[in-house]
């Protein structure tokens, strides 16, 4: 699974210079989510040979 994570980033990665585009590597972050049957393993995403940082957390926002 990881190797196939760091493909689609080689991917994006050609996808985002195509179009003149860039990662934020301060705001992007790697978020995994299983179930309770599922155990979490430990993925290491790598873009542009720097590691994209686990998130401890996600809070999502709504409108009232």
């Known amino acids: 699974m990881q190797s196939h994570l760091n493909i689609v980033f ?7 210079k195509s179009n003149s585009l860039f990662l934020n590597f301060g705001k992007t972050y790697f978020n995994q989510f299983n179930n309770k049957s ?4 430990y993925i290491e995403i790598q873009y ?17």
């Open 48 to 64: 542009e040979d720097k590691q994209i940082l686990t998130a401890n957390g996600t809070r999502f926002l709504r409108l009232l």
């Open 38 to 41: 599922e155990c979490s393993s």
């Open 10 to 16: 080689e991917q994006l990665n050609y996808w985002f």
